[in-house]
């Protein structure tokens, strides 16, 4: 927690992940973030305001029945998502990639890094101490 002037400041943290499943997991480790299922939701997340952190994957709704197996951009993934973050004017401090997608976490981490904003790969579960100490992570 970052006190000044009496005030306490909770980094605000938003979670973007298609499965409900790492939803609630998440939500565990990192009380208070808001979370988003899919481009369109991240995207109005974003507008209406600066996030100190953002956690991302980068496969969203590979698996819906709209995506034709052995055809890729069907959909929107991660790496649209930071496109669209990398053009804002408040951007996030940080952001941690959870993706098991390397070439996806790769190609995320470039947009942001190239924008201004760290990034660490973190696959989902593998530490969920990294989520619980998010405002250490922000002031660095």
Not at 12 to 37: I, M, N, Q, S
Request: charged share 25%; aromatic share 8%.
């Amino acid at each position: 927690l970052e006190i000044a002037r009496g005030l306490i400041h909770h980094p605000k943290v938003l979670f973007l992940d298609d499965k409900p499943v790492r939803h609630e997991l998440f939500t565990t480790w990192c009380h208070g973030a808001d979370h988003c299922y899919g481009y369109d939701d991240c995207v109005k997340l974003l507008r209406l305001g600066k996030y100190d952190v953002v956690s991302l994957d980068h496969d969203l709704g590979e698996e819906d029945e709209l995506c034709i197996p052995g055809i890729t951009n069907k959909y929107q993934t991660g790496t649209d998502v930071a496109k669209f973050i990398a053009k804002l004017v408040q951007k996030p401090n940080m952001a941690s990639l959870h993706t098991y997608n390397a070439m996806g976490a790769i190609s995320m981490a470039s947009i942001l890094n190239a924008a201004g904003i760290k990034t660490m790969r973190v696959p989902f579960g593998f530490d969920k101490t990294i989520y619980s100490h998010l405002t250490e992570l922000v002031k660095s």
